[in-house]
């Protein structure tokens, strides 16, 4: 069974321009999470998918970025425009059911984004 | 400060025992993780400790939870080079689903 797989891998971009990151969650997992840490820091909860809604956009940084998970599949995370310090990696994670996290989240290999 | 904190760094002998410290502030956590990432990898849970535990065991590792005093650790017995990686200390409360709160990792540093 494939685990949570993120695109890219690694991305540079200029500031001011826009980028899009991409993760596959586990199939039949509906609850979809985004996580970022920015180097040396901690690793920081973004936002949490129930299927196609948001459950919790507590940690969305500002409104430059934008998640989305339409029909309850992958999901992007799109910023726009960039700015230095959205530089560091962007993880994705996937988990079972409604009832939230437990032991059973699966993260993906995270997205390094570097802003220049 | 931060939610929840540990060292940057630790280094060892191989062969010799590890022990990664964290602290966490908040009394209503229900879950304590320990997550490892490996270079170029993403996080894979290590190990997991309920709140109303003190220790749990599994193989090399051991986790204790001093409750009281809001402090976690992890054992790693007869480290070897493969256990390099950065370690994660995390903290999950029924209120928020369990999803964790991170601290920064410990990279672990393992030589010969």
């Known amino acids: 069974e494939a685990g949570v797989t993120q695109f890219p891998s690694h991305s540079v971009i200029e500031k001011g321009q826009t980028v899009t990151l991409r993760c596959d969650p586990i199939?039949?997992?509906?609850?979809l999470y985004w996580y970022r840490r920015v180097m040396g820091k901690e690793i920081k909860f973004l936002l949490h998918?129930?299927?196609?809604?948001?459950?919790?956009e507590s940690g969305m940084p500002n409104n430059r970025f934008l998640a989305e998970r339409t029909g309850g599949t992958y999901s992007t995370l799109k910023v726009q425009p960039a700015e230095l310090e959205d530089s560091g990696v962007y993880f994705c994670?996937?988990?079972?059911?409604?009832?939230?996290?437990?032991?059973?989240?699966?993260f993906g290999q995270g997205t390094r984004l570097t802003v220049v | 400060g931060e939610d929840v904190e540990q060292s940057l760094f630790l280094s060892v002998r191989e062969g010799d025992s590890s022990v990664i410290n964290c602290t966490y502030t908040d009394s209503s956590s229900t879950y304590l993780y320990w997550y490892k990432q490996e270079p170029g990898a993403g996080l894979q849970l290590l190990t997991y400790?309920?709140?109303?535990?003190d220790m749990k065991q599994d193989q090399r590792l051991t986790v204790l939870l001093n409750k009281k005093d809001k402090h976690l650790s992890l054992r790693i017995a007869d480290t070897q080079t493969g256990d390099s990686a950065i370690y994660f200390c995390?903290?999950?409360?029924?209120?928020?689903?369990?999803?964790?709160?991170f601290g920064r990792g410990t990279s672990l540093i393992v030589h010969p």
């Open positions: 994670a996937s988990s079972l059911g409604t009832g939230g996290w437990g032991t059973e989240a699966f």
């Open positions: 400790i309920f709140s109303n535990m």
């Open positions: 998918f129930v299927k196609e809604s948001k459950q919790d």
């Open positions: 199939s039949g997992h509906d609850n």
């Open positions: 995390a903290e999950g409360r029924s209120g928020g689903s369990y999803i964790p709160t």
